[in-house]
C-alpha cells in the first residue's frame, strides 16, 4: 500500500481573480492589481514551500475563507498560476493535475487553504 504525500499552503487576504490580458499598442498585459496579488501569493507559498522539486502529477483542493468576489474559475486560475510560477506544482494542465476542488467557506478571516497530494 502506497502512502499519498500531502502539502498544505495558506494564503493571507482576498484572491484577485485571474484577470484577462489587456491588449493596447504598447503591447500585451495583465492589470496591476492582478500583477501585485500573484507577486505577493507566490511569495507566500515561496516562504512555505519545503520541497524543491516540483509536483507533477497532483490533485488540489482549495478552500476560501471570507468574502470572495468574482468566478470560481477565475479565482482556481488565479491560484493555480500562482502554484506553478512559484514552482511548488509543475503545470496546471489537465493531464498532470488529476481533479481540483474549490470550495467557499465563508466565514470572517480572508485567506486560501491550499491541499495537494501527490498522485
Given at each position: 500500500?502506497?502512502?499519498?504525500?500531502?502539502?498544505?499552503?495558506?494564503?493571507?487576504?482576498?484572491?484577485?481573480?485571474?484577470?484577462?490580458?489587456?491588449?493596447?499598442?504598447?503591447?500585451?498585459?495583465?492589470?496591476?492589481?492582478?500583477?501585485?496579488?500573484?507577486?505577493?501569493?507566490?511569495?507566500?507559498?515561496?516562504?512555505?514551500?519545503?520541497?524543491?522539486?516540483?509536483?507533477?502529477?497532483?490533485?488540489?483542493?482549495?478552500k476560501l475563507y471570507?468574502?470572495?468576489?468574482?468566478?470560481?474559475?477565475?479565482?482556481?486560475?488565479?491560484?493555480?498560476?500562482?502554484?506553478?510560477?512559484?514552482?511548488?506544482?509543475?503545470?496546471?494542465?489537465?493531464?498532470?493535475?488529476?481533479?481540483?476542488?474549490?470550495?467557499?467557506?465563508?466565514?470572517?478571516?480572508?485567506?486560501?487553504?491550499?491541499?495537494?497530494?501527490?498522485?
Amino acid at each position: 500500500m502506497t502512502t499519498k504525500t500531502s502539502h498544505h499552503f495558506t494564503l493571507t487576504g482576498a484572491v484577485v481573480p485571474k484577470a484577462r490580458p489587456r491588449v493596447t499598442r504598447q503591447g500585451t498585459f495583465l492589470p496591476q492589481k492582478y500583477r501585485d496579488w500573484k507577486e505577493g501569493a507566490i511569495a507566500e507559498l515561496l516562504s512555505q514551500r519545503t520541497r524543491y522539486k516540483s509536483l507533477e502529477e497532483v490533485t488540489i483542493s482549495i478552500k476560501l475563507y471570507g468574502t470572495c468576489r468574482g468566478d470560481l474559475d477565475n479565482i482556481a486560475g488565479a491560484i493555480l498560476d500562482a502554484l506553478v510560477q512559484a514552482g511548488i506544482i509543475k503545470d496546471d494542465r489537465v493531464s498532470l493535475v488529476k481533479a481540483l476542488s474549490v470550495k467557499h467557506c465563508g466565514g470572517k478571516i480572508q485567506k486560501v487553504d491550499i491541499n495537494i497530494e501527490e498522485v
